[in-house]
């Protein structure tokens, strides 16, 4: 699951070369170590819980000296978000990829098309109708978030990532409302399906049985239907 959400992480301590990278040496080892790091990262945070990855084990799975480490992070934890950072950008991008493309009417241009915002939303629902993000999300639930500074700190820019890329599409969808009016909607989204993960985790405690498939069924539905009926009135 990780190598299908962490796409850039995928075959990282092989050293062999990857379709995309620079062709400058000194910047594909550089990029392969970080992916690297990040990848390993990952892997102990799931194992032993964010407080507890040390430089010296980050540095023996990824296969690079502390030093290394060093150029890339403050810390292990601040690779470890990263790693979170880029699992949960992946899972948002690709929601976002599965939306229609814009379409207007014939004889008309973006700016005068009648498309609304519930029109958007509806599109936005069936995205996220065929993923199961609950199950997704797993890696982020397995591993052992601390209340400290840098978590607060993580979560905000996850957030903030996430509201970013939604305002880009509303924006490219909706030409005729604000960008103040887009981003209050992003916003609303984004806090909402927070809101949800966080009631979802507080009735399960992140287990992915049955039972918490159907709670977050619920949760989403509840959350979608509420949110829907304010956009079309």
């Not at 799931?46 to 060093?70: C, H, K, Q, Y």
């Not at 950072?85 to 992946?90: D, F, I, N």
């Not at 065929?130 to 199950?135: G, V």
């Not at 591993?143 to 700190?153: E, K, R």
Request: glycine share 8%.
């Amino acid at each position: 699951m990780l190598t299908t959400l962490l796409s850039g992480c995928a075959d990282d301590r092989s050293g062999k070369p990857r379709s995309g990278e620079p062709k400058d040496k000194r910047e594909a080892i550089r990029l392969r170590n970080r992916r690297a790091i990040i990848a390993a990262a990952g892997e102990l945070a799931t194992e032993l819980g964010t407080d507890r990855v040390t430089v010296n084990e980050l540095a023996a799975r990824a296969g690079v000296s502390r030093r290394t480490i060093f150029n890339h992070f403050p810390s292990a934890q601040d690779a470890v978000f990263e790693y979170l950072s880029e699992l949960v950008a992946g899972l948002i991008d690709g929601v976002l990829r599965d939306l229609p493309e814009p379409m207007t009417p014939k004889g008309t241009t973006a700016a005068t098309s009648d498309v609304s915002l519930g029109d958007v939303y509806r599109q936005l629902i069936g995205s996220l109708r065929t993923h199961t993000l609950i199950k997704e999300l797993q890696p982020v639930f397995s591993v052992d978030l601390q209340d400290t500074p840098a978590a607060s700190l993580w979560g905000f820019r996850v957030t903030r990532t996430a509201v970013d890329r939604l305002n880009e599409v509303l924006r490219e969808r909706l030409p005729q409302h604000s960008s103040f009016e887009t981003h209050l909607v992003a916003t609303t989204l984004i806090n909402s399906f927070a809101e949800c993960l966080d009631e979802w985790v507080a009735r399960t405690g992140g287990e992915l049985d049955k039972r918490g498939r159907r709670i977050w069924d619920e949760l989403l539905t509840t959350a979608l239907g509420v949110l829907g009926r304010g956009f079309d009135s």
